[in-house]
């Protein structure tokens, strides 16, 4: 039977597995971040494509169970993948509310929120470095004591030098601003109150 998700890939082989329970890896389709593991039958698979709302089966109870059905946290499907052997899937969905049952985003106790990499690394240093000015002696807290303007400064100064080595020949020069612009920017939306989340959220709404 094929896969009626957007996907073009074949669902798990059903009639081989011989009633086999399927590992249901769910993805929260926005962050990427792993919510929680489930197992499917080809009757929980089916029902999770005909409402959009992912459904287990559960193996304490066993019957079929809707993610949600008690406490309104429901998995809305956006997306289902059939991995390498044709026997476990990947859902990507958007959460209502938490995923597990104790009230965390993740049934690994995580926050469900987007990571930059290295640049989330980068936000949660100048954020610890703006908390503890008082005591920290970095380039960054004595930056942030100046106030807002001279982080701003600090940009501009740093963007007129990126364009500068764009138009010359020195590609080891160009990163280099590029790098010193992109932190320093970090900064500045901090000392503006915002984070990289607040930029794509602007970004997906242009978005059309």
């Known amino acids: ?17 011989e009633g086999a329970l399927v590992p249901a890896i ?37 019957r079929l169970w ?3 059905e008690e406490s309104g946290n429901f998995l809305n499907l956006i997306d289902i993948k059939n991995d390498c052997d044709n026997d476990s899937l990947l859902i990507q969905v958007n959460p209502v509310g938490p995923t597990c049952h104790k009230g965390t985003d993740t049934c690994w106790k995580e926050d469900n929120v987007s990571n930059y990499g290295f640049f989330s690394t980068l936000e949660n240093i100048i954020t610890e470095r703006v908390a503890n000015k008082n005591t920290n002696k970095s380039y960054v807290a004595s930056l942030f004591s100046k106030g807002i303007n001279k982080v701003a ?8 030098e990126t364009v500068i080595e764009a138009m010359d020949n020195n590609d080891e020069l ?6 010193d612009l992109l932190f320093h920017y970090l900064m500045l939306l901090q000392a503006k109150g915002f984070t990289l989340k607040d930029i794509e959220e602007e970004l997906k709404g242009r978005h059309k």
């Not at 769910?26 to 494509?49: F, H, P, R, S, W």
């Not at 160009?174 to 790098?179: K, R, T, V």
Request: negative net charge; charged residues 25%.
């Open 153 to 160: 400064q600090k940009v501009g100064e740093e963007a007129v």
């Open 1 to 17: 039977m094929k896969n009626e998700i957007n996907t073009g890939l074949i669902s798990p082989s059903w009639g081989e597995l």
């Open 26 to 62: 769910i993805q929260d389709a926005t962050t990427k971040n792993v919510l929680m593991l489930g197992y499917m039958n080809e009757e929980a698979y089916q029902k999770t494509i005909d409402t959009k709302q992912v459904t287990f089966f559960s193996r304490s109870k066993q």
């Open 174 to 179: 160009f990163l280099y601003e590029s790098a």
């Open 66 to 68: 809707t993610k949600g």
